[in-house]
Structure formats: C-alpha cells, structure tokens
C-alpha cells in the first residue's frame, strides 16, 4: 500500500519557498486530490485544474503558478494527468512544463487546449517530448502555435515513440508543416490518433489532401483521424478512399466541416463496400443532399458490416435520403448509431426514425433526435447526443466518456484518456 501523500500541504510549502502566492483554484483542487481514496489503490490520477470549471470559484493558472505546482508534482507517482485547459499560460510560463516533462516518468495525459501558447512554447513543449518516454496523449488544441511551431511537433514525432494521441487542432498550422507531419506519421508507429482539424490553407489544390492519402498508405498504426475544417472537396475525397483501400488500421474519420458533395460520397460509398475497419464516419456539416445520402445507404443496407457510427448532421438531405439511411438500418444490424438533426424532415423521415426507435432498432440515447406527436402529426426533436460533443468541453460532474453524449468516445478507444 502506498503512503497517502499530503499535495496540499507541500504546495503551501512550495509557495513560501519560491515567495508566491497561493492560488486558491489549485489549493482547492490538491485538497479534493488529498481526500480522494482512489489515489491509493489505483495507478494515478488526472488533477483538473480547468480554467472553465464553472462549478466553483476559479483563478486562472498563469506562468508563476505553473512553477509551484510542478515543483509539487516533481516527486510524486500518483498524478498520471493535468488537466490545464482554458487558462493563462504562455510561452514564458510553459517552460516550467517543459523542464517538468523531461525529468518526469509519471505523466500520461497533459491538456494544455486554448491557453496563450504560441511558436516558442511549442518549441520548448516538442523539444522536451524528445526526452519523455511517458506522454501518451498531448492537447495542444487551440494555441496559435502557427507553422513554425507545428514544424518542432513534427520533428518530434521522428523520435518520440511513446506519444499515442497528439491534438494540434485550431493552432493555425499551414501547408508546409501539415505536409512535414503526414511525411512523419509515414514512419512513425506509436501515434494511433491524431487531430489536424482547421489548418489555415490558402490553396485550393488540396496539397495537404493528397499527402495524408499518402501516408494512410503506408502508415499501419493510426486509428483516429480528424480532418475537419480542411476546405476538402471531391478530389481530395476521391484520394482518401484510394488510399483507404490499401490502409487496414483506421477506425475513425472525421470529415467534417468540409466541402463535400454526392460526387464525393460516391467514393465513399465505394469504399465502404469492401473497407472492413471502419467504425465511424463524421460527416457533418458538408452538402452530400439526397443523392449522397442513397449512395451511403446502399452501401451500408447490402455491403458494409463494420461501420457503427454515421453523422450526416446538416448536410442539405430531405426526405427521400434520410429514409434510405433508415432503410438501411432495417438490414444493417451493425449500425447503431446515427446523427441526422439540421437536415430537412419531412413526416416520412419522422415516421421512419419514430419507428427505429419504437422497435428498438435504434436506441434513444444512439441518436440526436427524439419522436413526439403533436396533433396526431409525429415530429422530431433534437438531442443532446452526437459524436464529438465533449471535444472542446467536458462537464466538471458525471463521467466524461457519457456514451448518450460521445459516441466516438464509446466505440474507439486509443487509449485510457479518450
């Protein structure tokens, strides 16, 4: 049995040895820690020190009070994760984690998503990641790091080989470094799960595009990829599934937020019919419409046997294409769930998914709409369900991988973190 250790008290200690002064957010959050007997018999815990709790009074971290706390965490093996998201840190105050992050040998889980993190910081993060043999899983979601810092991250992944789950989503990275970190993943064998959504690209030739089909064709570990937010269009769809029909490992694309049509859903409708490691496919927000709706429909009703999650949320389909998909469903006993709101219902469409979910086919808390009747007419409301809903946020109560919620979260698991 290992010795309870008093967090609490060393930091006051911390703080008076280094002349700061207590953050009373971190104070509160190693008292909870102290108190809490899981830290005993398990193998670590994660410290939430969020700066959107909105559950009790929060002071934001900044630069000096990351120094006390890792000067805290420096000897401990009970916190395996640090949660500092939506908080003041910036390059000069990062540097702490860094130094932290080559001389610790505990900690799996760091979430640093939108601080004030630019190019310097990422420097100083990546290079530290050179050195750390422990890191599974790094958010640095959010932080303009720019394409000179994504550039550090990509040099990282040629010699990290212990890092699984790395998000450089929303930092403002451009085409040069999204090219250098699909030329990394090519060869590097650890990363299962990697977010590269909403670069800033100025090109309309889909270079960025054409390079992740390349390293899909030759990477055998990656599971989870997000691409939303890439200006992709039906060429750079087209190349993605040549690829995918040569990559045995992906389990999860997310599409989103692009400018996909039914031209390019005929691909993927292609590709499903013979692809067999597939779960979930995100493709939110493009315009598939009707007839891009059929094509995946008939690809799931008489082919696929794989896929469990479908999101066409606000893609321009009316009646006919949202029927076929729950056409689909009748035959396909594998797809379970699917996310349809901001599209065009019609009462065909409500009687048809009232029906999967009055039968049992479709489980309630496996989509985002709900049946109700209203003067004898049936319509649907929606709900809180989808697959990414906790992406930017997570409830500071209940369980963070809520399956009603975070469907992704339920079916793909990278690692003990997600």
Not at 241 to 266: F, H, M, P, Q
Not at 284 to 290: F, Q, T, V
Not at 375 to 391: C, M, P, Q, T, V
Request: hydrophobic letters at 40%; a neutral charge; aromatic letters at 8%.
């Amino acid at each position: 049995m290992s010795v309870r250790p008093d967090f609490h008290q060393h930091y006051v200690q911390a703080c008076q040895n280094l002349g700061q002064p207590e953050n009373r957010f971190i104070a509160h959050v190693l008292q909870e820690a102290d108190k809490n007997d899981k830290i005993r018999w398990t193998k670590g815990i994660t410290l939430k020190i969020a700066g959107n709790n909105r559950l009790v009074p929060v002071q934001r971290v900044t630069g000096d009070d990351l120094q006390v706390l890792v000067s805290v965490l420096q000897n401990t093996v009970f916190i395996t994760g640090l949660d500092l998201r939506f908080n003041v840190l910036t390059d000069a105050g990062v540097k702490h984690m860094a130094t932290f992050l080559q001389e610790n040998s505990t900690l799996r889980y760091l979430n640093l998503m939108f601080n004030d993190i630019g190019t310097s910081g990422a420097e100083l993060i990546a290079r530290a990641l050179h050195r750390n043999e422990t890191l599974v899983y790094l958010r640095m979601t959010g932080n303009k790091i720019g394409n000179k810092g994504g550039m550090f991250f990509a040099s990282m992944l040629q010699i990290n080989s212990t890092l699984e789950k790395l998000d450089l989503g929303d930092c403002d990275m451009g085409t040069r470094c999204l090219i250098a970190i699909t030329t990394a993943l090519t060869q590097n064998k650890s990363v299962k799960a990697v977010n590269l959504n909403r670069p800033l690209l100025y090109s309309q030739q889909e270079e960025t595009t054409v390079r992740v089909a390349l390293m899909l064709k030759n990477n055998s570990s990656l599971v989870e990829l997000h691409l939303c937010k890439h200006e992709m269009k039906n060429f750079g769809v087209e190349r993605l599934c040549e690829a995918l029909y040569e990559n045995s490992s992906l389990r999860y694309l997310d599409l989103s937020c692009n400018k996909i049509t039914c031209d390019g859903v005929k691909f993927l409708g292609e590709l499903l019919k013979q692809n067999q490691t597939l779960e979930i496919l995100d493709l939110s927000a493009n315009r598939i419409e009707d007839d891009g709706a059929v094509y995946l429909s008939e690809a799931l009703a008489w082919y696929n046997r794989t896929l469990q999650a479908l999101s066409v949320v606000s893609n321009n389909i009316s009646g006919k294409g949202l029927v076929a998909l729950s056409d689909a469903m009748k035959t396909n006993m594998k797809l379970s769930y699917i996310y349809i709101w901001k599209n065009k219902f019609d009462e065909a469409t409500c009687v048809a998914f009232s029906e999967l979910i009055q039968t049992g086919r479709l489980k309630p808390n496996c989509t985002d709409v709900e049946p109700y009747k209203v003067d004898g007419h049936i319509d649907l409301a929606e709900l809180s369900h989808g697959l990414k809903k906790h992406y930017y946020w997570v409830p500071s109560y209940g369980k963070e991988t809520n399956k009603d919620a975070n469907a992704s979260l339920a079916i793909v698991t990278v690692s003990e973190y997600l």
